[in-house]
Structure formats: structure tokens, C-alpha cells
């Protein structure tokens, strides 16, 4: 004898997976967001140093230290 499908167990999971996606999705936009700023900082700061090449200056960019980043140095 077999049993006709049984959606409701299966659509509960579903709808509980949907539910967690959306509270992580929710909690990280914050953290997102100020990573984004924070890329389009970084952006602009390096974009504005370049002009300085112009008046002989030396500019560098994103100098690797041991665990760390240096971003600009002029």
C-alpha cells in the first residue's frame, strides 16, 4: 500500500529555511553596507593621492606588511 504524497511536512521545512535565509539576510545588511562605504572610501582616497603624482610625489598603494595591509603612502 503506498501513502499519497504529503506536502505539509516538507513545505514547513522549507518555509522554516526561507525564514532563517531572511534573518541572516537582515542581520548582515549593516555589516554590509558599512563594507561597501568602506570600498568606496578607499576608492575615491586612492583616486584623489593619485593627483599628487602630478607635483612629483611618489604615491604607493595597498603595501603588504606581515598580517596587515598599509593602504596608501605618499
Keep these: 500500500m503506498s501513502?499519497?504524497?504529503?506536502?505539509?511536512?516538507?513545505t514547513l521545512i522549507a518555509c522554516a529555511f526561507v525564514a532563517y535565509a531572511a534573518y541572516r539576510f537582515v542581520s548582515i545588511r549593516p555589516q554590509l553596507r558599512s563594507l561597501r562605504l568602506g570600498r568606496e572610501v578607499e576608492l575615491i582616497v586612492g583616486?584623489?593621492?593619485e593627483k599628487l603624482r602630478v607635483k612629483d610625489f611618489l604615491v604607493f598603494h595597498d603595501i603588504p606588511g606581515d598580517g596587515f595591509n598599509?593602504?596608501?603612502?605618499?
Design 3 to 10: 501513502l499519497p504524497p504529503q506536502p505539509v511536512p516538507l
Design 47 to 49: 583616486q584623489l593621492l
Design 70 to 74: 598599509i593602504d596608501h603612502v605618499v
